[in-house]
């Protein structure tokens, strides 16, 4: 134990994930108290966390993302929702990642498969579950298929069934919007996509600074990722490729299009989660070490700023 580091004890304990738990209840406690938002309105919001946060651990305890059977990615998920009061009542974006990251695993158990359609299908159909939440997530269909496509899995019946699984949520929308003589149901969340504000930066400090911790822990984990992930088999180097190219994705949209910002932010923690959960696990040495040091205090530093500029 004495010739473990901070970085180890921290990241591969087993007491870090309840202790975590314990500090994000309490952050979203203080925070509604703080702000007069009732505890019902925080819940939902805080549950559908808890829900990724499980699907995170499902995820790599099936796809062997890290390598070893670790929670680092869910605790470090719950510490980034933790600093972003602002998100704590707003549930879409949520429940838009849950649902996309639903999809993912579905799209990875599709990996090399014979028949893929069937993985496929359901992929596609949370994905558009997900987008009648957050009609943008549409935008990220090509992704899947880039997905599917490197993972071996697209063919001529697995993209017609694609194509199927994500309609399928809208078919429902559609029958529901005509017999209840509300059209206009069905045709919002197209309208909500074409409607395109015009391209711009973040003008937000918060939300500046948020995302720039989140870009500088990305990068390094996605680094850390692609360039030292010759341990790895194949099957885990496409996975993780996969939330590399996923999580430049949310980023480039989120500073073109900064009202996108609180839908696609909890997809961009899922992303920057599974890279730097893997990147704290399994790195090592000084310069590690200093890295996870300051990206705690940071971490620290980044809720109390955005809670300042909250209240």
Not at 4 to 22: D, E, H, M, N, Y
Not at 167 to 174: D, E, G, H, S
Request: aromatic share 14%; glycine share 8%.
């Amino acid at each position: 134990m004495r010739n473990k580091t901070l970085q180890s004890l921290i990241a591969t304990g087993r007491f870090t994930l309840p202790v975590v738990i314990l500090i994000s209840i309490g952050c979203w406690t203080a925070v509604g108290i703080g702000t007069g938002v009732p505890a019902l309105r925080l819940l939902p919001s805080f549950a559908l966390c808890g829900l990724v946060g499980y699907l995170l651990v499902e995820t790599n305890n099936t796809f062997a993302l890290i390598r070893v059977r670790a929670s680092a990615q869910t605790t470090l998920y719950l510490l980034l929702a933790a600093v972003s009061p602002a998100l704590y009542s707003l549930y879409s974006g949520q429940a838009a990642s849950a649902c996309f990251l639903l999809a993912v695993i579905f799209l990875f158990r599709s990996y090399r498969g014979e028949h893929t359609s069937a993985h496929l299908f359901h992929a596609f159909a949370f994905v558009g579950i997900g987008s009648l939440f957050v009609p943008q997530l549409i935008l990220f269909v090509p992704i899947l298929w880039i997905g599917a496509y490197n993972l071996q899995a697209l063919n001529g019946k697995s993209f017609v069934a694609s194509f199927m699984g994500w309609a399928l949520p809208y078919w429902f929308l559609l029958g529901y919007a005509y017999t209840s003589g509300k059209m206009d149901l069905f045709f919002s969340p197209f309208q909500e996509l074409a409607d395109f504000s015009p391209l711009g930066l973040l003008s937000d400090v918060s939300q500046i600074v948020t995302l720039a911790y989140l870009f500088i822990l990305f990068v390094v984990g996605a680094w850390h990722a692609i360039a030292l992930g010759d341990e790895d088999k194949l099957s885990t180097r496409s996975y993780l490729r996969f939330f590399v190219l996923l999580g430049v994705c949310c980023i480039v949209l989120i500073g073109l299009q900064p009202v996108l910002y609180t839908c696609l932010l909890p997809l961009l923690w899922v992303c920057t989660s599974i890279l730097g959960g893997r990147l704290f696990v399994l790195s090592h040495g000084r310069a590690s070490n200093i890295f996870f040091t300051c990206s705690m205090v940071a971490t620290v530093l980044l809720f109390a700023f955005n809670l300042w500029t909250l209240l």
